[in-house]
């Protein structure tokens, strides 16, 4: 299905802040001097989109865009239409979120505040709220979640108000107005994953830390998932492996693949939501322990075995449960162990 215009440019805007590509099909530009208009069209190809700060509106090749992009609380407006609030990841808790808000983590405590609410949240079940709204939108959710590094190249380009050309809004300089998109392809290849961020806060363990983590994409999933609740029914809500278990899981077992359905506990009640189309799927208690276990331990005969107290039943009875349980959501097209 063809996006609309305003669809196209939503997306285009969504792969900026991320940095995440597949958003649109080509790269996203995005220009702060407008006289630099015409050189960022020589690096656009047929499904780019450019980004121009205060851009001429009656240019059809460019997307204008008002405001200030990087002065936290101030306000971004694109295409007249797309309103962006930019915020302080520290700054979150005590905001209400009214509109779109694009959450940075630039600072050494943006960085701080974000590791420590994301172990508090496997630890607890504790999340910070406005995290979980709709409106949220984690700026470098490329870089966090841990995208392969080729994945990422030239997902956008940023052309300063003195001419650099950056990797993102806040990455690394590849370059100077002027210069071929080849060469600055071929300056990108270089980088470091925390590039991205390089130009607001570069210390070289960013990424070790990321990767020492490997929760974290796990974590990100689960921001996603909680905008599947209605706001009413959160506070009686548990996100089972995030302060919760059905089986008792052991620390060694670890979290989900961040493409795993989630367990919601309401009461007594389980649902499966698979946050990648948002379908959800009452289920019951055993076979909720089972698809935990399953999930965690990513063995079937290795989970049948963490899950068989917790359900009462014989080991192999429980192996025998959980593959009837995978080849139903299988069925489905539901994959609970979330390897893709």
């Known amino acids: ?83 962006l609030e930019i915020q302080d990841y520290v700054a979150i808790p005590f905001v209400n979120l009214v509109g779109v808000t694009v959450v940075r983590i630039t600072t050494k405590e943006d960085w701080q505040a974000f590791f420590d609410d994301a172990e508090e949240a496997c630890r607890t079940g504790h999340f910070v709220q406005q995290l979980t709204e709709v409106n949220a939108v984690l700026a470098e959710r490329g870089l966090l979640s841990g995208a392969p590094k080729d994945n990422l190249l030239l997902a956008r380009l940023h052309i300063t108000w003195g001419g650099s050309v950056l990797s993102g809004p806040y990455g690394t300089k590849i370059g100077t107005v002027g210069d071929a998109l080849a060469d600055l392809r071929i300056r990108s290849i270089a980088l470091r994953p925390e590039s991205a961020v390089a130009a607001a806060y570069y210390p070289w363990d960013i990424y070790e830390s990321l990767a020492a983590k490997p929760w974290i994409a796990r974590y990100l999933a689960a921001l996603d998932a909680w905008k599947f609740v209605a706001r009413e029914d959160r506070a009686a809500t548990r ?82 449960a959980a593959h009837a349980v995978l080849d139903r959501f299988g069925q489905l097209g539901i994959d609970i162990v979330g390897a893709r």
């Open 1 to 83: 299905m063809k996006l609309s215009q305003q669809q196209s440019i939503a997306a285009a805007v969504d792969q900026w802040i991320t940095g995440i590509p597949g958003r649109i099909p080509g790269h996203v530009i995005f220009v702060e001097n407008p006289d630099h208009t015409g050189y960022a069209k020589t690096l656009a190809g047929e499904d780019s989109t450019i980004l121009v700060l205060n851009g001429d509106n009656t240019d059809p090749g460019i997307v204008p865009v008002t405001g200030s992009f990087d002065v936290a609380g101030e306000e971004l407006l694109v295409d007249g239409r797309l309103s």
């Open 239 to 320: 996100l089972v492996g995030f302060g919760a278990s059905l089986y008792g899981a052991a620390l060694r077992d670890g979290l989900p693949s961040a493409h795993a359905p989630f367990i919601l506990k309401r009461g007594n009640d389980h649902t499966l939501l698979d946050a990648q189309t948002g379908r959800l799927f009452k289920i019951g208690p055993d076979a909720a322990a089972i698809i935990e276990a399953v999930s965690n331990l990513r063995d079937v005969r290795v989970a049948a075995i963490a899950a068989a107290p917790a359900i009462k039943v014989s080991a192999a009875l429980a192996e025998e």
